[in-house]
Structures are given as C-alpha cells and as structure tokens.
C-alpha cells in the first residue's frame, strides 16, 4: 500500500518562506511525476508545480519565480520551497506521485491527505 505524507505547512506572514515535504512510502516500483495542486475555500483544485523523475519541472504561472519543487528520487521525496508568499497563496497544498507500485501493476496517481499553509497579511 502507497502512502503519501506531507510536512511543513503552518501560518506565516505575507512575503515569508516555507518549505513543504512529501515522502512516499510503501509498494513503489517506480515513480514518474510528482508535484503538488492546491484548493483554496470555495475554489477548485489547481496545479502548483510538478517535476519529472529527470528533474523536468512545470509550474503555474501564478508561482513562477516564487516557488521551486526538487525532489529526491533516492528517498521518493518530493519538495516545495515557497517564497514571497502571497494571502492568495493561502489554500491546503496535496502532494501527488504518479508511480508504479508493481513491476506488474498499472501505473495511477496517488495523493496526501493535504495540509494547511496559511499566509496572514
């Protein structure tokens, strides 16, 4: 079974950092995409970022040049460093992996239980 948990969101003030984490444990054979979508209150989810296993990166172009995603295939670890935050970045951030958890099984996407990050002005 594939478990996805993220780390480090919390409140900060407009214009700090923060740096979110996502670890994949569990059955994985391989993983392709990993990245991280957002959904404010009222609003649909909505892609952040996502990186290729071959470190290929694709952000939104509300975040281009403030966020960064890197990841770390040795430990299926996936990260979100945010500066300049924004009170319209405020949202509950979910981490997702596209992966294989067999060398037999389908590949599918996978998701965390989100968390919070908050940006108070």
């Known amino acids: 079974q594939v478990q996805l948990v993220e780390s480090g969101g919390g409140l900060v003030q407009v214009g700090g950092s923060l740096r979110l984490s996502c670890a994949a444990s569990?059955?994985?054979?391989?993983?392709?995409?990993m990245g991280w979508y957002r959904q404010a209150p009222g609003k649909q989810r909505e892609l952040v970022a996502t990186?290729?296993?071959?470190?290929?990166?694709n952000y939104a172009a509300s975040v281009t040049g403030r966020f960064t995603i890197s990841r770390d295939n040795a430990k299926n670890t996936v990260y979100l460093q945010m500066n300049s935050l924004k009170p319209e970045d405020t949202a509950v951030y979910y981490c997702?992996?596209?992966?294989?958890?067999?060398?037999?099984?389908?590949?599918?996407?996978?998701w965390g239980q989100g968390i919070q990050v908050t940006v108070s002005s």
């Open positions: 997702y992996a596209d992966l294989r958890p067999g060398a037999w099984s389908r590949r599918g996407d996978y």
């Open positions: 569990g059955s994985i054979f391989s993983i392709n995409a």
């Open positions: 990186i290729l296993s071959g470190g290929r990166t």
